[in-house]
């Protein structure tokens, strides 16, 4: 424990000479202002008033024409962030706001030439638009916001900004409100009609709401802002302006309903009529709801029974050689919109929400299986907002059901059922307080899991019963954000049977069976395994030049977060410092520039060195719009604790990486990007990527992205295999590794058809072909070395088999390794239309293809093998489903 205890020592006087500082700030008024009263007006910040109209006197057509519009003074004080950060607008605009006893009407005039208007789905044209966006901070508490916006061809725009940050959104934030527009001679208008039940606001009789107001311009790269941010601050609801006027409206109790039926059919194109679990086609029908319910006027409820996900799109392929899983990003609406309070900024490791109806873990053998692909989520909820006094609240729960894979075996006419996953109970909740005039905050975060088990249950033997974590963490903030100060820490403890802990002792993440530690020892008798992490970041995000930020992470060696969260490694110490130079001015040659200077390090509890590497780096804006992005990193020669499986420390290469990368202008009709990454070690190994992206739109209707990606590699060190009858100075074990070259090629596609803003077809497709070949066989020579005694020298012999497996004579001992090499052929691709039938009520249909095809070759592939893989071997998935929006109030 002696190597913790400078990073400790670090943490603590940082925080008590920060903390002081923060703490000596009194809290600004906004926070409890709406509980005392309306807050007074101050003279440094921009006013605008809502109107009171009578209901049904505005239609929301787009046209303005309205009489009740004659009433609202018009807001035109606009001022440009983009492309000349401070100058009047190129174009002048007029925006009005009234209100009724049900919704907030928005009317928008934007003068100007004929807008840039591509049809698209709903957040997904920004870039390329002409659009009106219209953020209001309802709480008054100078951090979150709501975000409405159109774009000029109809396609809405919709935000939630959790905290402080005009950059960090969630996109997913989907209530129902409708917007239309109208495009003249003089420019284009928009009118929106927000209603209150889908806003969250204190109970007040006198409302009183943060307020900004953005129009982007892409034939000109025109950013103008009501109140814009300046380059060099970071920040979004706390430079707001204030809306006043609206009386007398109160967060209505609104219970949203939204039931669905769903008819899926699966059709295998290569049945095995032997098999008993697929007759080449299977026919499925489910029913379930979402419910979305007020709870007084800042909380929601929002909880899901039997949900389906059948429109969401797939995972991409891979072939993953390591030890460790995978993190695919989440893309299931009810586990993204409204959680990222339960997603922290600060850390992310305590809660990983693909946890909840992942597919089981345990394996099943036999001629013929029926394995689920997820686990069944029988109901989920979760609760959110936030308080008048500046607490806000997450809590999310899920049950999930057991599960059963069928087995069969050829000869044999009986089936068994064999439990893979128990019921579990799945449960998140966390607490973030606001505090200090620079918005300051401190969490706690609480995670559980509980699965049904009994101790008799063959179950119980590979998976714990129990788990919780419990975290907390705190943003301080000095002189309005410029400065942060983020520390946190928590605790893990698992509980089960010895064999499922001994099983995470020995899991990827832990190997505490490795035989040359002596800081931490398996011990499978023990019944529970407690961990902690801790760390701090303090960094200077604003400012006009130089930027920097100082980060230390711990993780303990029974750290073990894994039943709801997300862990690679423990065992580990981090410190990560980094440097940098911007320039947020327009010069003669560049619109802005960043150069920097990053140097990461890591070690184990028992201090080996596990990661050194120097990152110069720079990102260039030219005036044109385009950015050109340069990224190397230098890696010293360092130890792996991890790399032989639970066996001793190897020694890795000095390396280096270079990446290039060009981005041409963002809000051009025609998008694109190319990336190149170079890199290289010192034992021969070599990696080389070259991929890129283009997006274009024929008409304003249609839109095709094309993704495509090759990459070529050798590893000198993939690991192979452990086998018993080693050398003693390898504690009696051979880890066995060899040289792999490998070659990958990806093109994912995208084509969007938009019949109007509420109605889309969407159809995304990756194929992809990857190989790998295996030469060059050997095992560790010793601890902390990189070194192999290579099969085939030094009196050992190899010869390859007929099947490709390798026979190895070392010795006197012969041990056979089975043929890894590979040759996958994939194809995945999703066709979706979605409907919005109705405001909230939306009709999906959907199409899934998944072919897949793997084989013990080593033949490397080409580009043409990806057309290939739209005839390999695989399954189509048909669905169509539907949801009604059923609102009372």
């Not at 508490?141 to 709501?146: E, Q, S």
């Not at 409405?148 to 919709?158: I, P, Q, Y």
């Not at 109790?253 to 194109?269: D, F, Q």
């Not at 070690?603 to 030219?622: K, V």
Request: charged share 20%; aromatic share 12%.
């Amino acid at each position: 424990m002696a190597v913790t205890r400078p990073w400790l020592r670090i943490v603590c006087r940082i925080g008590c000479a920060a903390l002081p500082a923060v703490l000596s700030g009194s809290v600004p008024a906004s926070v409890h202002a709406q509980e005392a009263g309306v807050p007074a007006i101050r003279d440094d910040r921009k006013q605008a008033a809502a109107v009171q109209v009578p209901s049904g006197t505005i239609r929301v057509d787009g046209r303005l024409d309205d009489e009740a519009w004659s009433q609202a003074a018009p807001l035109t004080d606009f001022v440009q962030k983009e492309p000349d950060e401070g100058a009047p607008p190129r174009a002048p605009t007029e925006v009005r706001f009234a209100y009724d006893d049900d919704a907030l009407y928005v009317a928008a005039r934007m003068y100007g030439g004929p807008p840039q208007a591509p049809l698209g789905r709903r957040d997904a044209t920004a870039a390329q638009s002409d659009y009106v966006l219209v953020s209001f901070d309802t709480y008054f508490d100078r951090r979150t916001a709501y975000g409405f916006g159109v774009t000029a061809s109809g396609v809405r725009l919709d935000r939630y900004y959790s905290r402080d940050d005009e950059n960090v959104f969630d996109s997913l934030f989907d209530p129902v409100w409708e917007a239309r527009v109208w495009v003249d001679e003089a420019g284009w208008t928009a009118e929106m009609w927000i209603p209150f039940s889908q806003l969250r606001f204190n109970d007040a009789v006198d409302q009183v709401w943060g307020l900004n107001i953005q129009r982007f311009t892409p034939a000109s790269n025109e950013m103008d802002y009501w109140v814009p941010v300046p380059r060099t601050e970071q920040g979004w609801a706390s430079r707001f302006g204030d809306l006043r006027g609206i009386s007398g409206v109160r967060p209505g109790r609104r219970v949203e309903l939204l039931p669905y039926v769903a008819g899926a059919s699966t059709l295998n194109g290569t049945r095995d009529r032997a098999n008993p679990f697929d007759d080449g086609r299977n026919l499925a029908g489910r029913a379930g709801a979402d419910l979305k319910m007020g709870i007084g006027p800042n909380l929601t409820l929002d909880a899901t029974f039997n949900p389906d996900f059948g429109q969401v799109e797939a995972d991409p392929a891979e072939v993953n050689l390591t030890a460790f899983e995978t993190f695919f990003q989440e893309k299931r609406t009810f586990f993204l919109e409204g959680a990222s309070l339960l997603n922290p900024a600060i850390q992310n490791s305590f809660f990983y929400s693909r946890r909840i109806g992942a597919p089981p873990l345990t394996a099943v053998s036999g001629d013929y299986v029926d394995y689920p692909e997820t686990t069944t989520i029988l109901a989920a909820a979760k609760l959110t907002g936030r308080l008048p006094s500046g607490l806000s609240l997450g809590f999310l729960g899920a049950v999930s059901d057991d599960e059963s894979a069928q087995v069969a075996f050829r000869g044999r006419p009986d089936v068994m059922s064999v439990g893979v996953a128990p019921r579990t109970t799945q449960t998140v909740a966390r607490l973030q307080q606001q505090f200090g005039a620079a918005g300051s905050t401190v969490s706690v975060m609480f995670t559980g899991v509980h699965r049904d088990l009994q101790e008799h249950d063959a179950l119980a033997s590979l998976v714990v019963k129990n788990a919780i974590t419990l975290s907390g963490d705190t943003l301080l903030r000095f002189r309005g954000g410029e400065y942060q100060l983020a520390l946190w820490g928590g605790f893990s403890r698992i509980a089960g049977t010895a064999a499922a802990v001994e099983r995470v002792q020995r899991s990827s993440a832990h190997y505490f069976q490795r035989p040359d530690q002596d800081h931490v020892r398996l011990d499978p008798t023990r019944t529970d395994m407690p961990g902690y992490k801790t760390g701090f970041l303090f960094e200077r995000t604003g400012g006009t030049h130089w930027l920097w930020s100082a980060e230390s992470d711990l993780e303990s060696q029974g750290f073990e977060p894994n039943d709801l969260g997300r862990l690679q490694r423990g065992d580990g110490i981090a410190l990560n410092l980094s440097l940098r130079y911007r320039e947020t001015q327009p010069g003669r040659v560049f619109r802005s520039y960043i150069i920097g200077l990053a140097q990461s390090n890591g070690w184990t509890y028992a201090g080996d060195r596990q990661r050194g590497a120097f990152q110069p780096s720079a990102t260039l804006t030219w005036l044109n719009f385009w950015t050109t992005q340069i990224t190397t990193a230098f890696n010293v020669r360092r130890t792996d604790a991890y790399l032989t499986r639970g066996g001793p420390l190897m020694g890795t290469p000095r390396g280096w990486t270079v990446t290039v990368q060009q981005r041409g202008a963002p809000a051009t009709q025609t998008t694109w990007n190319g990336r190149v990454v170079r890199a290289g070690d010192e034992d021969g190994g070599f990696r080389t990527t070259v991929s890129g992206g283009m997006s274009f739109r024929p008409t304003p209707r249609w839109q095709l992205s094309l993704e495509p990606e090759f990459t070529d590699e050798a590893q000198p060190q993939q690991y192979v295999a452990t086998l018993g009858s080693g050398r003693s100075e390898t504690f009696g074990r051979r880890y066995v590794f060899a040289r792999i070259d490998r070659t990958t090629w990806v093109a994912r596609v995208r084509l969007n058809f938009t019949v109007r803003p509420d109605m889309t077809l969407d159809l995304y497709a990756e194929p992809f072909a990857a190989s790998g070949r295996y030469r060059n066989f050997g095992e560790l020579r010793e601890p902390g070395s990189r070194e192999r005694l290579v099969y085939g020298a030094e009196g050992s012999a190899i010869e390859v088999q007929p099947d490709g497996s390798r026979m190895v004579t070392q010795g006197g001992t012969r041990f056979t390794l089975r043929n890894n090499d590979f040759n996958v052929h994939s194809f995945r691709s999703n066709l979706v239309l979605a409907w919005e039938w109705r405001p909230g009520s939306t009709l999906y249909a959907v199409w899934q293809q998944n072919r897949s095809l793997s084989e013990a070759l080593g033949t490397r592939v080409g580009a043409w093998d990806l057309w290939d893989s739209l005839t390999a071997p695989g399954s189509h998935y048909f669905v169509v489903k539907t949801s009604v929006w059923m609102p009372w109030r």
